[in-house]
């Protein structure tokens, strides 16, 4: 079993950056998949970007070049890099560990991002 917590979140202004990021404990960190998922108020909680246990990334098209989701399995730590936010990314961001080989799924308690000026 694994235990994720997010920090980073906070307020920025239209065009700002943030960097979250997620630390696990608990169990192996390699062993997983790790993503970042967000959740407006109303609204499914949606895929923003994944990483492979070996570094393969995966984003949401419409993020492709804002973010950047990258991991540090020494410090078991996964980060998202969000540049140039705009307010309709006001979200919880919540941090997703899918263990290879089971499959089972774990998520943080999620850190909230709020773009406005």
């Known amino acids: 079993q694994v235990q994720l917590v997010e920090s980073g979140g906070g307020l920025v202004q239209p065009g700002g950056s943030l960097r979250l990021s997620c630390a696990a404990s608990g169990s192996i960190f390699s062993i997983y998949t790790m993503a970042w998922y967000r959740q407006a108020p109303g609204n499914q909680r949606d895929l923003v970007a994944s990483i492979t246990s070996g570094g393969s990334t995966n984003y949401r098209d419409s993020l492709k070049g804002r973010f950047t989701i990258s991991r540090d399995n020494a410090k078991a730590t996964v980060f998202l890099q969000m540049n140039s936010l705009v307010p309709e990314e006001t979200a919880v961001y919540y941090c997703?560990?899918?263990?290879?080989?089971?499959?089972?799924?774990?998520w943080g308690q999620g850190t909230q991002v709020t773009v406005s000026s």
């Open positions: 997703r560990a899918n263990h290879l080989i089971t499959q089972r799924v774990y």
